[in-house]
């Protein structure tokens, strides 16, 4: 069984840092990209970043360029977003998600993603 993790959500001020983590489990993601995605209440779902599981190639969304970094660390399965100087717009709950067919320019469409967490909620105070 397949389980993807998020921990590492709360309440922050803005202007201050957050990481959140994505511990997987159940099978191996070598040939994996893992994406992070949010969804803030009455909005959409919508791509953060990706990171092929294998190369740590990654691939972020303009609006997350410069402030939220992922990486991975694969002695520990576990899939990371760092995220700096948060604003109120980034309030969302975050997921985690697995892409079976690896990180390529289509990594943004969370229609590939077919194992996803449950979910962590990131709120940020203006």
């Known amino acids: 069984q397949v389980l993807l993790v998020e921990s590492g959500g709360g309440l922050v001020q803005a202007g201050g840092s957050l990481r959140l983590a994505c511990a997987a489990s159940g099978r191996t993601f070598s040939s994996y990209a893992m994406g992070w995605f949010r969804q803030a209440p009455g909005k959409e779902r919508e791509f953060v970043a990706a990171?092929?599981?294998?190369?740590?190639?990654?691939l972020s969304a303009d609006s997350v360029k410069g402030q939220f970094t992922i990486s991975r660390d694969k002695a520990k399965n576990t899939v990371y977003l760092q995220m700096n100087s948060l604003k109120a717009e980034d309030t969302a709950v975050y997921y985690c998600?697995?892409?079976?067919?690896?990180?390529?320019?289509?990594?943004?469409?969370?229609?590939?993603?077919?194992?996803w967490g449950q979910g962590t909620q990131v709120t940020v105070s203006s």
């Open positions: 990171i092929s599981w294998s190369a740590g190639s990654t």
């Open positions: 998600a697995a892409d079976p067919r690896g990180l390529d320019g289509s990594s943004g469409d969370y229609r590939r993603y077919i194992y």
